[in-house]
């Protein structure tokens, strides 16, 4: 993706990103290794605006526009940590934003589905996704608050922004065996919770507490 004359400059890119992949993730405790390996390896700089490249490896959300951020790499990683990918799943991300998410995993997973509400947002991700090669990640611009039932069911769905319930949409878009990874509650904060289904029951488990943007429209269901 870089032209040769700017090598040194990928090669400073690789070092961040690697040292983030250290101090941010591994030691606070990310564990699977696959995970590490997919944020080794994909160019968080390139998902950012030009003008907030430099900060991009940063331990902190970066806005993209539309009032909207990239999450920060440390609930990147956890997010899809939860998800328990072992390569052959397909995934549905709510919530697009940059791309960046969708991007890793699209290194986990076999194909990815990845919704976002803001025109602009899913045409610029689109185009970042295909310059780098991500074939298996597909961006549709729509609402998601009712989750994508085309390409359900899913065996991982993560949901990018806070909704103040679980959409039961969502919950039945899973494959027997899957598991949303979703935050909920309202702009004060909330709680990382994974859902996993098995059959016709779905198990709720509360995680840690953090604080993404509101998923538009959930509070209107
Ligand atoms: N995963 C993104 C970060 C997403 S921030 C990344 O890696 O960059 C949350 C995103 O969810 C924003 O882009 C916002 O526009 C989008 N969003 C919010 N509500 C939505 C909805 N109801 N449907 C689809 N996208 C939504």
């Known amino acids: ?4 004359r700017n090598c040194s400059r990928a ?43 430099h900060e991009a490896y940063g331990d902190h959300p970066i806005p993209i526009g539309e009032m909207q951020t ?3 790499p440390y609930m990147v990683a956890v997010m899809i940590e ?27 997973a076999a194909e990815v589905y990845t919704v976002e509400c803001f025109p602009s947002l899913a045409a610029d991700a689109r185009l970042v996704l295909q310059q780098l090669g991500y074939e298996n990640v597909q961006v549709v ?7 994508f039932a085309q390409g359900s069911p899913y065996n991982g769905i993560v949901v990018a922004a806070a909704a103040p319930f679980v959409p039961a ?11 949303l990874v ?23 488990e509360k995680t840690v507490a953090c604080r993404f943007v509101p998923l538009l429209g959930a509070d209107l269901q």
């Open 70 to 72: 990239i999450s920060q």
């Open 82 to 108: 939860h998800l328990q990918l072992r390569g052959g799943e397909r995934v549905l991300e709510i919530g697009t934003g940059s791309g960046y998410q969708a991007a890793v995993l699209g290194r986990l």
């Open 141 to 147: 611009q729509t609402n998601g608050c009712q989750g």
């Open 169 to 179: 949409p969502l919950q039945l878009q899973l494959a027997d065996g899957g598991r």
């Open 182 to 204: 979703i935050p909920v509650g309202g702009p004060e904060g909330q709680r990382l919770v994974i859902v996993t289904r098995q059959g016709d029951t779905f198990t709720e």
């Open 11 to 53: 090669n400073d890119e690789r070092t961040v990103r690697l040292d983030m992949v250290r101090n941010q993730l591994e030691r606070r405790g990310i564990m699977d290794e696959r995970v590490l390996q997919a944020m080794r390896e994909v160019p968080r700089h390139v998902f950012a605006p030009a003008k907030r490249r």
């Open 1 to 4: 993706m870089w032209p040769r």
